[in-house]
């Protein structure tokens, strides 16, 4: 199980603008055809890079996926990361 950080990081007002951009334009690539609800995420990795996800529904409730964890996937698949900051429009 992974250890909690007792210390949450902050975020400068530039940090918190680049993540909000990057969820934005990741919400823009949602796929939501039956709740026409557009989620985006951005995760900022403990290595400074920004990764943005987007919520994708399928007509299987089950293969749906949720924004949070599309940017998961995606900074998992490029660096191994213990810490990072996610962000939700």
Do not use: H, W
């Amino acid at each position: 199980m992974a250890q909690e950080n007792s210390t949450a990081p902050s975020l400068g007002e530039e940090e918190l603008d680049q993540l909000m951009a990057v969820a934005d334009k990741a919400k823009l690539k949602a796929y939501s055809p039956y709740s026409n609800y557009r989620v985006g995420a951005a995760l900022l990795a403990s290595s400074g890079a920004t990764y943005g996800g987007c919520n994708v529904e399928n007509s299987s409730y089950g293969l749906t996926i949720c924004a949070e964890r599309t940017a998961l996937f995606k900074v998992r698949k490029d660096e191994a990361v213990d810490q990072y900051i996610l962000l939700r429009t």
